[in-house]
């Protein structure tokens, strides 16, 4: 199933997306689309390297123009269901849309490479766990941080207010972007992630994902699924070393702080939990 898509929706489905595509993986796409005979997997493949595309193509699967009845989670999936046209149309959007400077190139690499790897590690720990939601699990892990660069885009001094709080033992992100800002990057990234048609469970973990021990006190009725979500991402963050990369700190405070409501909710000892890490290690994930 293929659908055709005007340059009216097109344009909609732009005006969503922000966050600036990463030079190499534009030029991987193109090199994959001129090749005779394109391979869709191999696109999808790099697409899913890129949190902008990755946006792009399940907001617009995930759209009026497709009508699917539940929400798509998986860029493999969603770059299937679009074809090839749709595709190179919304790639090729992006990339007239999007001409960085170096500088700003720079200012992203961080992001870039965090949210890949938290994204692969969620999805590796999903299956180790056994928990059936590994496409939404890597969305997640893709997104949780979207809110990050268009905060960074607005505010000069944001990347200096936020190595200050990855750096503090008390370490309360949200609330010191709260205070110098009058918002933080994880409401914007909420409303990024909803507008873009990720599952709900995804926008309430990513508006929630510096506040877990506020989900897991105040834990609602019907709430296990979040909560699973939350636990797999903070678990993903610190084996990714998230707190150095993008805070240039020497210990995750954080975690140290929330570790055991994600241990707890697996039922995960210290001991289990070093395996989980081994086996990300043996796949190549978290060594950066």
């Known amino acids: 199933m293929t659908s055709s898509v005007n340059e009216n929706q097109l344009g909609r489905i732009l005006r969503g997306i922000s966050i600036p595509p990463q030079p190499q993986v534009m030029v991987d796409l193109h090199m994959e689309q001129a090749m005779p005979d394109p391979d869709m997997e191999r696109i999808a493949d790099i697409i899913a390297q890129d949190v902008s595309l990755s946006a792009a193509v399940l907001k617009l699967v995930n759209s009026n123009a497709f009508n699917i009845e539940q929400k798509i989670a998986s860029i493999q999936q969603a770059v299937t269901l679009l074809g090839t046209d749709s595709v190179t149309n919304l790639v090729n959007g992006l990339a007239v849309k999007s001409e960085l400077t170096d500088d700003a190139i720079q200012a992203l690499h961080s992001f870039w490479d965090t949210a890949t790897d938290v994204a692969a590690i969620s999805s590796s720990l999903a299956n180790q766990l056994n928990f059936k939601y590994q496409d939404e699990c890597y969305a997640l892990g893709l997104f949780h941080n979207a809110g990050m660069p268009l905060m960074m885009s607005r505010f000069e001094n944001y990347q200096s207010i936020i190595e200050e709080a990855y750096q503090t033992a008390e370490f309360a ?57 939350a636990a797999i991402l903070k678990m993903a963050e610190h084996i990714a070393s998230a707190y150095q990369h993008l805070g240039g700190a020497d210990e995750d405070h954080e975690w140290n702080r929330i570790k055991h409501y994600a241990l707890d909710h697996f039922e995960l000892t210290e001991y289990d939990f070093d395996g989980l890490i081994e086996i990300c290690h043996e796949q190549g994930l978290g060594l950066n």
């Open 173 to 229: 992100l949200t609330d010191v972007e709260n205070r110098a800002f009058k918002t933080n990057h994880s409401v914007i990234g909420y409303y990024l992630a909803k507008s873009w048609g990720l599952p709900k469970s995804c926008c309430v973990v990513i508006a929630e994902h510096h506040r877990v021990d506020h989900l897991f006190r105040n834990r609602l009725p019907g709430s296990r699924l979040h909560l699973s979500f």
